[in-house]
């Protein structure tokens, strides 16, 4: 059955079936200008070589507009800086933090459709794709903070991580715990550290045997999974049309990854996520979260080797992340729905955060990916992000 499925996850991924999608390179600016608002691209290069873009939406060109500290909105696995504009004006975070003068940046992680670029590396080499989210961790993440804060002259940003965004924040803080100084607040979106009781079928099915999982991606070639292709884009968008009955069956599955939620997915808004996801991951990311689910514990990536361990962590074992190190004032979400960030697993995390002062909402009846799409998400969730970054502006002019 493992075998089965990871043929089903990773059969739109075979190079030999796609064609990389050349619109989608500015799609996410398209939809940023569709929305009337302007849309800059900013090139990043980590110290590792990888070459990051990132969309800006800078605050309205307007003299009643205070200066405030600017807004970093890092995705989840599979996503990229579209999951931040998908919902539209009405619905999506960015255009709400806009709307309310903030100056909002868009980061797309390595490997994802707008950040395939390295200084020596090509992404038809299986040496780009040798990383995971522990990479974007320590390696994109902060490059992109240091960007954003070198152009907009600020000392201290807000960020907003959802999903995976969530697990590379508390990676580069476990890290680096500098970095803790340049974030003046932080909410984190269906959290992801601990998996140990994650509920999504087909995820805990794929985590059952990642030996296995490793030795069929070996024998398929495969290094990058889910990349957006012509393919993919047209078969999603044919298969969720909110025009055709296949749309429920879209939903359906949908809702056996993430969790089935009480409020319905507008599927007028699937072809617009479908646009830009999914956006490519290595299997890296996939496998070290799989390992995440297997071992219940938030370490570094396990080499299943002994000898391979001790060779990058002096220890015949991954290491596990230091969260004591995260020393901030936190805002978590979680859904009830959510199979993938369960409350269990959340609140396990909040006793690890030891040195953080931390704000836990479950939001009744989301999934995991309501946080972004959901139409009760900018009243339920978003405000009190802006009210949170519009209380420290208060109190901190700069």
Request: glycine content about 6%; hydrophobic content about 40%; charged content about 20%.
């Given at each position: 059955m493992c075998v089965c499925l990871l043929y089903v996850l990773t059969a739109i991924g075979l190079q030999l079936l796609s064609c990389q999608?050349?619109?989608?390179?500015?799609?996410?600016?398209?939809?940023?200008?569709?929305?009337?608002?302007?849309?800059e691209v900013h090139?990043?290069?980590?110290?590792?070589?990888?070459?990051?873009?990132?969309?800006?939406?800078?605050?309205?060109?307007?003299?009643?507009c205070p200066s405030q500290l600017p807004f970093l909105l890092?995705?989840?696995?599979?996503?990229?800086?579209?999951?931040?504009?998908?919902?539209?004006?009405?619905?999506?975070?960015?255009?709400?933090?806009?709307?309310?003068?903030?100056?909002?940046?868009?980061?797309?992680a390595r490997g994802t459709t707008q950040s395939r670029r390295h200084r020596t590396l090509s992404a038809s080499q299986a040496k780009f794709w040798h990383f995971s989210w522990h990479e974007i961790g320590v390696y994109d993440l902060p490059a992109l903070v240091e960007h954003v804060l070198r152009v907009t002259g600020h000392q201290r940003l807000h960020y907003v991580g959802h999903s995976q965004g969530t697990t590379v924040l508390l990676v580069?803080?476990?890290?680096?715990?500098?970095?803790?100084?340049?974030f003046a607040s932080v909410a984190l979106l269906a959290p992801i550290a601990y998996l140990q009781h994650l509920s999504s079928p087909p995820l805990r099915l794929l985590a059952s045997d990642t030996g296995v999982v490793t030795e069929l991606l070996n024998q398929l070639g495969l290094h990058e999974l889910l990349p957006s292709t012509t393919l993919t884009q047209a078969g999603g968008q044919l298969l969720c049309s909110a025009a055709l009955p296949t749309s429920v069956l879209c939903t359906l599955l949908t809702s056996l990854y993430v969790g089935f939620s009480e409020y319905p997915l507008d599927r007028s808004i699937l072809p617009r996520i479908l646009e830009t996801t999914p956006a490519g991951i290595s299997r890296g990311q996939l496998l070290h979260f799989g390992q995440l689910i297997n071992s219940g514990k938030f370490q570094q990536f396990d080499y299943r080797s002994a000898r391979l361990n001790s060779k990058h962590y002096g220890q015949p074992t991954p290491p596990a992340y230091q969260l004591q190190n995260v020393?901030?004032?936190?805002?978590?979400?979680?859904?009830?729905?959510?199979?993938?960030?369960?409350?269990?697993?959340?609140?396990?995390?909040?006793?690890?955060?030891?040195n953080s002062r931390i704000k836990l909402y479950q939001v009744?009846?989301?999934?995991?990916?309501?946080?972004?799409?959901?139409?009760?998400?900018?009243?339920?969730?978003?405000?009190?992000?802006?009210?949170?970054?519009?209380?420290?502006?208060?109190?901190?002019?700069?």
């Open positions: 999608n050349t619109f989608a390179l500015d799609a996410i600016c398209e939809k940023v200008q569709h929305n009337r608002a302007e849309c090139h990043v290069e980590t110290v590792d070589g990888y070459q990051l873009t990132m969309q800006r939406i800078p605050p309205p060109r307007n003299y009643s890092m995705h989840g696995l599979i996503g990229s800086a579209g999951d931040f504009v998908a919902a539209g004006r009405a619905g999506a975070l960015a255009f709400q933090l806009h709307a309310r003068c903030f100056d909002v940046w868009l980061p797309n580069l803080l476990s890290q680096q715990p500098a970095f803790n100084a340049r020393r901030l004032n936190l805002m978590l979400f979680h859904g009830n729905r959510d199979a993938l960030s369960t409350r269990k697993d959340v609140l396990r995390l909040v006793r690890e955060l030891k009744q009846g989301y999934n995991h990916i309501d946080f972004l799409y959901a139409t009760t998400a900018p009243h339920i969730i978003y405000e009190r992000i802006i009210e949170q970054a519009t209380e420290y502006s208060q109190l901190n002019h700069k």
